[in-house]
Nanobody
Framework: QVQLVESGGGLVQAGGSLRLSCAAS????????MGWFRQAPGKEREFVTA????????YYADSVKGRFTVSRDNAKNTVYLQMNSLKPEDTAVYYC??????????????????WGQGTQVTVSS
């Protein structure tokens, strides 16, 4: 089992920045691909970004490429999402996920086995 807890959400003006954190606990966290998804009201949960267990592989959705950066510190069991140049359309609940054992390039919701409770990000115009 892996337990995930997100933090760092809040209200920010368009053009601003936020950094989300996802603290993990449980078995062999450091070997999992980790991802961030988001869900806006009335919409499906969508992929944002993911990072391989060594940090060498990273993938971003087109909508956030060049603005968001994912990173991880395995010594601290934490994954980060630095969000810059935020837009109102980035408003959503952001979820951290840990991919299923053995899944490396995980960009689909079904490839994730564990989820945090989510943290709200609201970007005002």
């Amino acid at each position: 089992q892996v337990q995930l807890v997100e933090s760092g959400g809040g209200l920010v003006q368009a053009g601003g920045s936020l950094r989300l954190s996802c603290a993990a606990s449980g078995r062999t966290y450091s070997t999992y691909t980790m991802g961030w998804f988001r869900q806006a009201p009335g919409k499906e949960r969508e992929f944002v970004t993911a990072i391989g267990w060594r940090g060498g592989w990273r993938y971003y959705a087109d909508s956030v490429k060049g603005r968001f950066t994912v990173s991880r510190d395995n010594a601290k069991n934490t994954v980060y999402l630095q969000m810059n140049s935020l837009k109102p359309e980035d408003t959503a609940v952001y979820y951290c996920g840990a991919a299923r054992d053995g899944v490396v390039a995980a960009t689909e919701r079904s490839e994730y086995a564990y989820w945090g409770q989510g943290t709200q990000v609201t970007v005002s115009s």
